[in-house]
């Protein structure tokens, strides 16, 4: 992150022509092809929004107005996490600014390209505690990449060149650019700026592998038995996902994904384990305990994922490829570090192992993968059903049975975790706020994605806790009939507090029984005017999950489920993660089931557990 204003360097030489500020910005987000930006207006940024809107009557662009600043924080990230540009969302001075923090702290721990652009008192009240004045250039230092006060308007459209260059390369992330209402309304000599015009002295992303490096972390997948490929959302941001399966089939390795890195290995591929850490798969976390060979293709080791640190993957060697030199080697120090663009790493490992001939014996492994199958078929993931009470589970299934191709957000909590665990999604198709774990996520990010991918079906699983965290973009998605799905996994608690204060607070429910005081939320959307359902009984289940698909419109579904259901298996604090509580291990005799051909290897097997025992795929 940097903390001062960076140093602008000068465009290509075009005609100036008398232009205020604030049209300079709008004109060149426009030439950056912004064509969405989620917003709020207020006093300061009233001249960007005059002057945006001439531009949406010109019809370069188009403003969605959000009921809270958080919600166009939010819809801007779920827009960049879905397509891979860069979000746009405006907030006036004051307590618009601080409303974007959460929402640009998001974006800041999941690494997601975002420009916000806030507006501020005139240049001569700075510092003076003038009326909705507050230092967010200050106060959001820690949580950007870059920083910006406009001082002079005819700086602008170097700046937002600067600010989207910034955001978009190298480890992505959120910049700010406040501008003061002078500085809107100030007439400049206006000379348009192109993307790729400017230059950043001294930021220069390393993108290239060392070649040595390149050539250490092969001897060592050569030579590794037991070698597990860890990958996160540097692997989505560098839509690398291609060289992620292809080295994996290259060498026979298992994948396992982090939280942000759901997406970038087909989960019904054979060599799949899943999630990994506190909440992932059984088998993913013993892989992760025994493998002697650890690749790291842009994780950054949170602590959600290694459990106690020391004893994360101790028995093996580990390959760390990152952007970021910061990440490499900050909570485990790497045998090879490798700092470049995850894709362009594996495409040169890939490239080299063919140069080199690096043999590929594929018998190595074999015993290796066996041995994951063995887990997986022994501890399953599994869909409890109950007879009076809908599981939790069987809500994520069926709605994943019926939009399989969907883009799914999530708010934070145990529907979050059994959404991750249950759903199989592809590229950009899984969009959750993982490092900051942000309640009321959800339903803003999904009526970013649905802006972006009006074609595309978008749904997001909520809790009825998040959800009311910022449930009045209802009336955003009426306003303008986004026609994003909203399925409330409605246990009437703060769900994962309350499975903590079961499990380690001796069942003391301290401020997190949700079900006092609950809305109707049939009724409330019916309020905002969106479609409502509700559902309560296993037979409803299926049919009102249709009606929600074949509404063309915004939806909020509400589920009543189980209201004592945990969310396993679970990785203690301070444990590691060979240690999980909650295994829901298999008798032998109920192992087998029936006779089917597999898709993958084309012979005919007693599936195990939903897996052929021949290859290990997910049926």
């Not at 292809?246 to 989960?267: C, N, W, Y």
């Not at 309350?498 to 005081?517: A, D, I, L, V």
Request: net charge negative.
């Amino acid at each position: 992150m940097v903390s001062s204003i960076a140093k602008i360097t000068s465009p290509l030489a075009e005609t100036p022509q008398r232009r205020t500020g604030a049209y300079a910005l709008i004109d060149s987000l426009v030439r950056h092809g912004v064509k969405h930006i989620f917003g709020y207006p207020g006093g300061a940024i009233l001249p960007i929004y005059d002057e945006l809107y001439r531009a949406e009557a010109r019809g370069d662009i188009q403003h969605f107005l959000v009921r809270h600043e958080q919600g166009a924080s939010h819809a801007a990230d779920g827009y960049a996490r879905a397509t891979g540009k860069v979000g746009v969302c405006f907030g006036t001075s004051g307590p618009g600014a601080t409303n974007l923090v959460t929402g640009i702290a998001t974006a800041h721990l999941d690494s997601i390209p975002m420009v916000v652009v806030t507006g501020q008192v005139g240049r001569a009240a700075i510092g003076s505690d003038a009326f909705q004045e507050t230092d967010i250039f200050g106060i959001t230092l820690p949580i950007v990449k870059h920083s910006y006060v406009v001082r002079h308007a005819e700086d602008m459209a170097k700046i937002v060149a600067e600010a989207f260059h910034i955001a978009s390369t190298g480890r992505p992330g959120p910049v700010l650019i406040d501008v003061p209402k002078d500085v809107g309304l100030e007439e400049c000599d206006y000379i348009p700026v192109e993307p790729g015009q400017v230059k950043l002295p001294g930021y220069r992303p390393t993108v290239k592998g060392n070649p040595r490096q390149i050539n250490a972390a092969l001897s060592l997948i050569e030579t590794s038995e037991r070698p597990l490929l860890y990958v996160g959302g540097g692997a989505i941001a560098a839509n690398a996902h291609a060289q992620v399966q292809e080295l994996a089939e290259r060498f026979q390795i298992p994948v396992t994904t982090t939280l942000m890195g759901i997406g970038s290995f087909d989960e019904h591929h054979p060599l799949s384990v899943g999630m990994l850490g506190m909440h992932g798969t059984a088998y993913a976390n013993f892989a992760v305990s025994e493998c002697d060979l650890l690749i790291a293709v842009g994780a950054r080791f949170d602590d959600r994922v290694t459990g106690k640190l020391d004893e994360f993957a101790s028995r093996a060697r580990v390959i760390h490829i990152d952007i970021d030199p910061a990440e490499v080697g900050k909570n485990r120090l790497p045998e090879v570090p490798i700092v470049g663009d995850v894709r362009q790493v594996l495409e040169q490992l890939l490239q080299r192992s063919r140069e080199i001939d690096v043999p590929l014996d594929a018998e190595k492994t074999t015993p290796w993968l066996n041995r994951i199958n063995r887990w997986r078929e022994q501890y399953p993931l599994v869909a409890p059903h109950y007879d009076h009470r809908i599981s939790p589970q069987e809500v994520i299934v069926e709605v994943g049975r019926q939009a399989p191709h969907a883009y799914y957000t999530t708010d934070v909590g145990q529907h979050q975790m059994w959404a991750a665990q249950f759903l199989n999604n592809g590229p950009r198709r899984w969009i959750s706020s993982a490092g900051l774990g942000t309640m009321g996520y959800g339903m803003p990010a999904a009526m970013g994605v649905k802006v972006a991918l009006p074609e595309e079906e978008v749904i997001c699983i909520s809790g009825d806790a998040s959800f009311q965290m910022n449930l009045q973009e209802l009336a955003t998605l009426a306003q303008y009939n986004i026609a994003a799905k909203t399925v409330i996994i409605n246990n009437g608690w703060q769900g994962m507090v309350r499975q903590w204060q079961q499990t380690f607070y001796g069942e003391r429910y301290s401020s997190s029984n949700m079900q006092t005081g609950m809305p109707d939320f049939e009724l409330l959307a019916k309020a905002f005017g969106v479609k409502g359902i509700t559902v309560t009984e296993h037979s409803q289940l299926a049919g009102a999950v249709a009606e929600m698909l074949a509404h063309d419109g915004p939806v909020l579904m509400d589920v009543h489920v189980k209201r004592d259901e945990n969310c396993y298996p679970m990785v203690a604090p301070g444990k590691s993660n060979a240690q999980m509580i909650g295994l829901p291990e298999l008798k032998s005799s109920e192992l087998m089931t029936e006779l089917i051909r597999c898709t993958y290897c084309g012979t005919d097997n007693p599936v195990t557990n939903k897996f052929c025992p021949e290859c290990g795929t997910k049926i």
